[in-house]
Protein backbone atom coordinates (compact mmCIF):
# COMPACT_ATOMS: atom_id res chain seq x y z
CA UNK A 1 0.00 0.00 0.00
CA UNK A 2 1.50 3.27 -1.34
CA UNK A 3 0.97 6.74 1.02
CA UNK A 4 1.50 9.94 0.46
CA UNK A 5 4.55 10.36 3.57
CA UNK A 6 3.56 14.30 3.10
CA UNK A 7 0.35 13.37 5.65
CA UNK A 8 1.48 12.85 8.79
CA UNK A 9 0.56 9.24 10.37
CA UNK A 10 -1.99 11.32 12.27
CA UNK A 11 -3.89 11.93 9.28
CA UNK A 12 -4.29 8.12 8.93
CA UNK A 13 -5.33 7.39 12.76
CA UNK A 14 -8.26 10.32 12.03
CA UNK A 15 -9.33 7.81 8.76
CA UNK A 16 -9.25 5.04 11.04
CA UNK A 17 -11.29 6.94 14.03
CA UNK A 18 -13.85 8.29 11.55
CA UNK A 19 -14.62 4.41 9.92
CA UNK A 20 -14.73 2.92 13.45
CA UNK A 21 -16.75 5.82 14.84
CA UNK A 22 -14.67 6.45 17.08
CA UNK A 23 -14.01 10.17 18.94
CA UNK A 24 -10.78 11.79 20.14
CA UNK A 25 -12.56 11.29 23.95
CA UNK A 26 -13.14 7.52 23.56
CA UNK A 27 -9.73 6.79 21.63
CA UNK A 28 -8.05 9.15 24.50
CA UNK A 29 -10.05 6.56 27.12
CA UNK A 30 -9.41 3.70 25.90
CA UNK A 31 -5.82 4.64 25.24
CA UNK A 32 -5.45 6.01 28.53
CA UNK A 33 -4.16 9.23 27.08
CA UNK A 34 -5.22 13.01 27.32
CA UNK A 35 -7.45 14.26 24.92
CA UNK A 36 -5.22 16.52 23.65
CA UNK A 37 -2.56 13.77 22.92
CA UNK A 38 -5.01 12.34 20.97
CA UNK A 39 -4.98 15.53 18.89
CA UNK A 40 -1.43 16.36 19.00
CA UNK A 41 -0.61 13.16 16.93
CA UNK A 42 -3.51 13.84 14.97
CA UNK A 43 -2.23 16.82 13.90
CA UNK A 44 1.16 15.83 13.57
CA UNK A 45 2.39 17.95 16.27
CA UNK A 46 3.87 14.99 18.35
CA UNK A 47 5.58 11.80 17.09
CA UNK A 48 3.92 8.73 17.15
CA UNK A 49 5.90 6.36 19.55
CA UNK A 50 6.19 2.80 19.97
CA UNK A 51 4.10 2.57 23.42
CA UNK A 52 0.94 4.54 21.42
CA UNK A 53 1.11 2.07 18.15
CA UNK A 54 0.80 -0.69 20.57
CA UNK A 55 -2.16 1.13 22.90
CA UNK A 56 -3.79 1.52 18.82
CA UNK A 57 -3.08 -2.23 17.86
CA UNK A 58 -5.58 -3.08 20.80
CA UNK A 59 -7.90 -0.37 19.55
CA UNK A 60 -7.82 -0.85 15.43
CA UNK A 61 -8.56 -5.25 15.69
CA UNK A 62 -6.01 -6.48 12.74
CA UNK A 63 -3.63 -3.22 12.54
CA UNK A 64 -0.66 -4.21 13.73
CA UNK A 65 1.75 -1.83 15.67
CA UNK A 66 4.34 -2.57 13.13
CA UNK A 67 1.86 -0.76 10.41
CA UNK A 68 2.04 2.78 12.61
CA UNK A 69 5.36 2.64 13.21
CA UNK A 70 6.39 1.92 9.47
CA UNK A 71 3.98 4.60 8.71
CA UNK A 72 5.74 6.63 11.31
CA UNK A 73 9.67 5.75 10.31
CA UNK A 74 8.52 6.31 6.54
CA UNK A 75 7.00 9.81 7.14
CA UNK A 76 10.03 11.14 8.69
CA UNK A 77 12.41 9.55 6.20
CA UNK A 78 10.61 11.51 3.65
CA UNK A 79 10.96 14.49 5.59
CA UNK A 80 14.66 14.39 6.00
CA UNK A 81 14.68 13.82 2.55
CA UNK A 82 12.99 16.57 1.54
CA UNK A 83 14.99 18.80 4.41
CA UNK A 84 17.27 20.45 1.96
CA UNK A 85 14.53 21.21 -1.29
CA UNK A 86 12.96 24.53 -1.55
CA UNK A 87 14.57 25.46 1.45
CA UNK A 88 13.54 29.28 0.35
CA UNK A 89 9.84 27.99 0.10
CA UNK A 90 9.64 26.09 3.17
CA UNK A 91 11.20 29.35 5.13
CA UNK A 92 8.53 31.45 3.16
CA UNK A 93 5.60 29.39 4.36
CA UNK A 94 6.80 29.63 7.98
CA UNK A 95 6.81 33.03 7.68
CA UNK A 96 3.85 33.67 6.48
CA UNK A 97 2.05 31.29 8.98
CA UNK A 98 3.71 32.12 11.42
CA UNK A 99 4.97 28.54 12.39
CA UNK A 100 7.58 29.42 14.78
CA UNK A 101 4.75 31.45 17.01
CA UNK A 102 2.21 28.61 16.28
CA UNK A 103 4.83 25.44 17.51
CA UNK A 104 6.80 27.35 19.98
CA UNK A 105 8.29 24.63 22.35
CA UNK A 106 8.14 21.86 19.99
CA UNK A 107 11.16 20.28 18.54
CA UNK A 108 9.74 20.54 14.89
CA UNK A 109 12.20 21.16 11.71
CA UNK A 110 10.86 23.28 8.76
CA UNK A 111 9.70 20.09 7.30
CA UNK A 112 7.77 18.99 10.20
CA UNK A 113 6.13 22.39 11.13
CA UNK A 114 4.60 22.44 7.15
CA UNK A 115 3.52 18.67 7.61
CA UNK A 116 1.55 19.68 10.72
CA UNK A 117 0.61 22.41 8.90
CA UNK A 118 -0.47 20.71 5.80
CA UNK A 119 -2.84 18.42 8.49
CA UNK A 120 -3.92 20.91 10.28
CA UNK A 121 -5.69 22.55 7.39
CA UNK A 122 -7.33 18.86 6.07
CA UNK A 123 -5.11 18.79 2.78
CA UNK A 124 -1.90 16.96 1.75
CA UNK A 125 -0.23 19.60 -0.67
CA UNK A 126 0.87 23.05 -0.30
CA UNK A 127 -0.79 23.67 -3.11
CA UNK A 128 -4.33 22.88 -2.13
CA UNK A 129 -3.75 26.17 0.33
CA UNK A 130 -5.49 28.79 -2.23
CA UNK A 131 -8.05 26.63 -2.37
CA UNK A 132 -9.30 27.37 1.43
CA UNK A 133 -9.39 30.78 1.40
CA UNK A 134 -12.92 30.73 -0.50
CA UNK A 135 -14.29 29.39 2.72
CA UNK A 136 -13.34 32.71 4.79
CA UNK A 137 -15.36 36.03 4.21
CA UNK A 138 -13.99 39.05 5.31
CA UNK A 139 -13.14 42.55 4.53
CA UNK A 140 -10.26 44.40 5.40
CA UNK A 141 -9.76 47.81 6.84
CA UNK A 142 -6.22 49.51 7.06
CA UNK A 143 -5.66 46.46 10.34
CA UNK A 144 -2.58 44.94 8.86
CA UNK A 145 -4.21 41.62 9.14
CA UNK A 146 -3.06 38.86 6.74
CA UNK A 147 -5.62 35.90 5.20
CA UNK A 148 -3.31 33.59 6.00
CA UNK A 149 -3.03 33.93 9.69
CA UNK A 150 -6.89 34.58 9.42
CA UNK A 151 -7.38 30.76 7.85
CA UNK A 152 -5.25 29.11 10.06
CA UNK A 153 -6.90 30.67 13.12
CA UNK A 154 -10.07 28.90 12.16
CA UNK A 155 -8.21 25.89 11.02
CA UNK A 156 -6.60 25.80 14.41
CA UNK A 157 -9.84 26.82 16.57
CA UNK A 158 -11.80 23.52 14.45
CA UNK A 159 -9.14 20.78 16.12
CA UNK A 160 -10.60 22.24 19.45
CA UNK A 161 -14.57 21.44 18.50
CA UNK A 162 -13.86 17.57 19.59
CA UNK A 163 -12.19 18.70 22.97
CA UNK A 164 -14.10 21.97 23.80
CA UNK A 165 -18.06 20.34 23.05
CA UNK A 166 -20.20 17.11 24.50
CA UNK A 167 -20.01 16.07 21.22
CA UNK A 168 -21.39 12.47 22.05
CA UNK A 169 -24.58 14.36 23.87
CA UNK A 170 -25.20 16.98 21.11
CA UNK A 171 -28.80 17.45 19.95
CA UNK A 172 -29.98 18.55 16.35
CA UNK A 173 -30.15 22.14 16.03
CA UNK A 174 -33.54 23.36 15.99
CA UNK A 175 -33.61 27.10 14.43
CA UNK A 176 -37.36 27.78 16.39
CA UNK A 177 -36.00 25.98 19.78
CA UNK A 178 -33.07 28.29 19.35
CA UNK A 179 -35.83 31.70 19.15
CA UNK A 180 -37.07 31.05 22.12
CA UNK A 181 -34.52 30.26 24.35
CA UNK A 182 -31.90 32.74 23.05
CA UNK A 183 -32.65 35.34 25.79
CA UNK A 184 -31.87 32.97 28.70
CA UNK A 185 -28.00 33.67 27.42
CA UNK A 186 -27.72 37.30 29.33
CA UNK A 187 -27.95 35.33 32.36
CA UNK A 188 -24.84 33.81 31.56
CA UNK A 189 -22.59 36.40 30.98
CA UNK A 190 -23.71 38.03 33.51
CA UNK A 191 -20.52 37.79 35.91
CA UNK A 192 -17.21 38.51 35.85
CA UNK A 193 -15.85 35.24 36.21
CA UNK A 194 -15.34 34.12 32.92
CA UNK A 195 -14.46 30.54 33.20
CA UNK A 196 -17.44 30.43 34.92
CA UNK A 197 -19.23 31.98 32.24
CA UNK A 198 -17.27 30.15 29.41
CA UNK A 199 -18.17 26.79 30.50
CA UNK A 200 -22.00 27.95 30.73
CA UNK A 201 -21.93 28.85 27.29
CA UNK A 202 -20.79 26.05 26.38
CA UNK A 203 -22.98 23.66 28.50
CA UNK A 204 -25.81 25.39 27.01
CA UNK A 205 -24.88 26.38 23.63
CA UNK A 206 -24.42 22.06 23.16
CA UNK A 207 -27.85 21.80 24.67
CA UNK A 208 -29.06 23.84 21.58
CA UNK A 209 -27.03 21.85 18.93
CA UNK A 210 -24.13 24.65 18.86
CA UNK A 211 -20.76 24.17 19.00
CA UNK A 212 -19.17 26.71 20.49
CA UNK A 213 -14.49 27.04 20.47
CA UNK A 214 -12.51 29.34 22.83
CA UNK A 215 -9.21 29.41 21.10
CA UNK A 216 -6.22 32.22 21.64
CA UNK A 217 -4.96 34.58 19.57
CA UNK A 218 -2.12 34.41 17.18
CA UNK A 219 -0.03 37.52 15.46
CA UNK A 220 -1.46 39.05 12.04
CA UNK A 221 -4.92 37.21 12.45
CA UNK A 222 -6.84 40.14 13.94
CA UNK A 223 -10.44 38.26 14.46
CA UNK A 224 -12.49 38.54 17.57
CA UNK A 225 -14.77 35.58 16.10
CA UNK A 226 -16.28 33.53 12.94
CA UNK A 227 -19.72 31.83 13.00
CA UNK A 228 -20.71 29.14 10.15
CA UNK A 229 -22.89 26.15 9.77
CA UNK A 230 -21.16 22.98 10.47
CA UNK A 231 -22.08 19.54 9.07
CA UNK A 232 -25.70 21.25 9.80
CA UNK A 233 -25.36 23.00 13.61
CA UNK A 234 -23.80 26.62 14.23
CA UNK A 235 -20.31 26.61 15.06
CA UNK A 236 -18.89 29.51 16.89
CA UNK A 237 -15.33 30.38 17.09
CA UNK A 238 -14.22 32.73 19.51
CA UNK A 239 -10.27 34.81 19.77
CA UNK A 240 -9.27 36.10 23.17
CA UNK A 241 -7.37 38.64 20.91
CA UNK A 242 -8.12 41.85 23.46
CA UNK A 243 -8.03 39.38 26.47
CA UNK A 244 -11.41 41.41 28.22
CA UNK A 245 -14.24 39.57 29.23
CA UNK A 246 -16.64 42.46 27.98
CA UNK A 247 -15.34 41.86 24.14
CA UNK A 248 -15.50 38.18 24.73
CA UNK A 249 -19.03 38.70 25.60
CA UNK A 250 -20.07 41.27 22.96
CA UNK A 251 -18.94 39.23 19.97
CA UNK A 252 -20.48 36.08 21.56
CA UNK A 253 -23.48 38.03 21.02
CA UNK A 254 -23.09 39.30 17.64
CA UNK A 255 -22.28 35.97 16.14
CA UNK A 256 -25.21 34.34 17.90
CA UNK A 257 -27.55 37.84 16.36
CA UNK A 258 -25.87 35.92 12.98
CA UNK A 259 -27.44 32.78 14.08
CA UNK A 260 -30.96 34.30 14.99
CA UNK A 261 -30.77 36.22 11.57
CA UNK A 262 -29.95 32.34 10.05
CA UNK A 263 -27.09 34.85 8.29
CA UNK A 264 -24.85 31.82 8.74
CA UNK A 265 -23.68 29.53 5.38
CA UNK A 266 -21.79 26.40 4.97
CA UNK A 267 -18.95 26.90 3.04
CA UNK A 268 -18.01 30.07 4.51
CA UNK A 269 -16.83 31.70 7.98
CA UNK A 270 -18.46 35.11 8.52
CA UNK A 271 -15.22 36.60 10.13
CA UNK A 272 -15.64 39.36 12.92
CA UNK A 273 -12.56 41.81 12.76
CA UNK A 274 -11.36 44.33 14.51
CA UNK A 275 -12.95 47.04 12.54
CA UNK A 276 -16.09 47.45 11.64
CA UNK A 277 -17.53 46.14 8.20
CA UNK A 278 -20.92 47.31 6.73
CA UNK A 279 -22.09 43.96 6.43
CA UNK A 280 -21.76 43.59 10.31
CA UNK A 281 -23.19 46.64 11.56
CA UNK A 282 -27.11 44.85 11.55
CA UNK A 283 -25.37 42.45 13.62
CA UNK A 284 -23.73 44.98 15.61
CA UNK A 285 -26.94 47.21 16.43
CA UNK A 286 -29.02 43.85 17.18
CA UNK A 287 -26.22 42.73 19.73
CA UNK A 288 -25.95 46.29 21.55
CA UNK A 289 -29.52 46.48 21.60
CA UNK A 290 -29.91 42.68 23.13
CA UNK A 291 -27.41 43.49 25.88
CA UNK A 292 -28.60 47.54 27.11
CA UNK A 293 -32.18 48.32 26.32
CA UNK A 294 -32.27 51.40 23.67
CA UNK A 295 -34.21 53.85 25.41
CA UNK A 296 -32.45 53.74 28.52
CA UNK A 297 -29.17 53.47 26.74
CA UNK A 298 -30.27 56.75 24.91
CA UNK A 299 -31.50 58.37 28.36
CA UNK A 300 -28.56 57.66 30.62
CA UNK A 301 -25.86 58.92 27.87
CA UNK A 302 -28.07 62.36 27.83
CA UNK A 303 -25.81 64.11 30.57
CA UNK A 304 -22.43 63.47 28.97
CA UNK A 305 -20.81 63.24 32.44
CA UNK A 306 -20.44 59.34 34.17
CA UNK A 307 -19.33 58.38 37.72
CA UNK A 308 -18.51 55.24 38.47
CA UNK A 309 -20.85 54.62 41.06
CA UNK A 310 -23.72 55.58 37.75
CA UNK A 311 -22.33 53.38 35.23
CA UNK A 312 -22.39 50.18 37.86
CA UNK A 313 -25.81 51.29 38.71
CA UNK A 314 -26.79 51.24 35.22
CA UNK A 315 -24.88 48.25 34.37
CA UNK A 316 -27.21 46.53 37.27
CA UNK A 317 -30.18 48.18 35.89
CA UNK A 318 -29.66 45.93 32.79
CA UNK A 319 -27.92 42.93 33.62
CA UNK A 320 -24.59 43.29 32.14
CA UNK A 321 -20.88 43.74 33.95
CA UNK A 322 -19.47 47.59 33.88
CA UNK A 323 -17.48 46.96 31.21
CA UNK A 324 -20.15 46.44 28.56
CA UNK A 325 -21.44 49.88 29.70
CA UNK A 326 -17.86 51.56 29.60
CA UNK A 327 -16.64 49.86 26.00
CA UNK A 328 -20.31 51.01 24.63
CA UNK A 329 -19.79 54.39 25.72
CA UNK A 330 -15.82 54.59 24.43
CA UNK A 331 -16.81 53.24 21.11
CA UNK A 332 -19.96 55.92 21.39
CA UNK A 333 -17.10 58.43 21.73
CA UNK A 334 -18.72 59.36 24.91
CA UNK A 335 -15.58 59.17 26.82
CA UNK A 336 -11.90 58.34 26.02
CA UNK A 337 -10.16 55.10 25.01
CA UNK A 338 -8.35 55.65 28.43
CA UNK A 339 -11.30 56.56 30.81
CA UNK A 340 -13.23 54.31 33.11
CA UNK A 341 -11.27 51.29 31.95
CA UNK A 342 -10.72 50.20 35.66
CA UNK A 343 -14.41 48.90 35.25
CA UNK A 344 -13.67 46.31 32.82
CA UNK A 345 -11.58 44.56 35.49
Given at each position: ?44 K ?37 E ?34 L ?8 K ?13 H ?41 H ?18 T ?5 L ?42 T ?5 I ?34 I ?5 S ?47
Amino acid sequence: MNFNFMVSPGNILKEYMESNNITQKELAAITESSQRHISNVINGKVKLTEEFALKLEKVFKGVKAEFWMDLEVAHRLHLLRMESNDTHDAMEIVRKYQLKHIFKGMELSVKEQITSLLSIMGISSVKEIDGLFNQIEYSFHEDGGTREAILLWVKLAEQEIELQNDIENLPEFNHDNFLRKFHMIKNLIYTKDFELAKQNITKFANRLGILVVFYESIPNAKIRGAVRDYHGRPLILLSDRYKQIDRYYFTLIHELIHIKNNDIRKDKYNITLDDEQEVEELANKQAKEFLIDKELYSQFTQKRNFSDEEIIIFSKKNKVIPGIVVSFLQHDKLIEYNEMNHLKK
